[in-house]
């Protein structure tokens, strides 16, 4: 089994930010953006509100010098998606994830909410940091249950929110797969780096 962490492009250089104050969520005046962003597997499709999107990039330069992406992070584990990009994958993630419209520059662009959490992790050859108080800290190398992980499907599992996941049980030539679609299309903005 091949297993994919589903992760930010390091070359893409363009990322979302939310354009709410924060001190407007700490007084009370909105909800954090991250409430709509979050990495619950909750569906969201009859409360979605969509937050208000900019670009911003890394180092402070002007933003017309960088392509745009066609899949962006803006959180952890939070991923938004072109018109293209949401055209192209629409069919081969409608039963692992919603797509949730969210305006931005005169077009629509989709946020990504991958539900489809399974319980996969093996904790018996997963490993924990311990920290010096003899407790288990963070989480240093993830293993799977082969037999528990989807082939081809995006997932999250609950032990390690923020963080999306694809496996290849077997070499999988099928044009509609996600990895594929991406691969094929050259999506730019996220990769799938092998754990």
């Not at 192209?88 to 797509?99: C, K, Q, Y």
């Not at 399974?118 to 018996?124: C, F, H, I, Q």
């Amino acid at each position: 089994m091949i297993m994919y962490y589903v992760g930010p492009d390091d070359t893409n250089k363009k990322l979302f930010v939310t354009t709410l104050n924060p001190l407007d969520h700490i007084s009370g005046k909105v909800k954090s953006c991250i409430d709509e962003f979050d990495v619950t597997v909750e569906k969201k499709t009859g409360h979605w509100n969509p937050p208000a999107i900019k670009w911003s990039d890394d180092d402070g330069l002007n933003l017309d010098r960088y392509k745009d992406p066609d899949i962006s992070n803006i959180f952890p584990g939070s991923y938004i998606l072109s018109p293209k990009a949401a055209e192209l994958l629409r069919p081969v993630v409608s039963d692992v994830a919603e797509l949730l419209p969210i305006p931005f520059q005169g077009e629509t662009w989709y946020f990504m909410n991958v539900f489809n959490q399974v319980n996969a992790m093996d904790k018996e050859h997963s490993r924990y940091a311990i920290l010096s108080s003899g407790k288990k800290g963070w989480l240093e190398k993830l293993a799977f249950l082969a037999d528990k992980v989807p082939h081809a499907k995006l997932f999250t599992i609950y032990e390690a929110p923020g963080r999306i996941y694809y496996a290849e049980h077997h070499p999988d030539d099928n044009p509609n797969t996600f990895k594929n679609v991406v691969e094929k299309n050259k999506l730019f903005g996220i990769q799938l780096g092998k754990m």
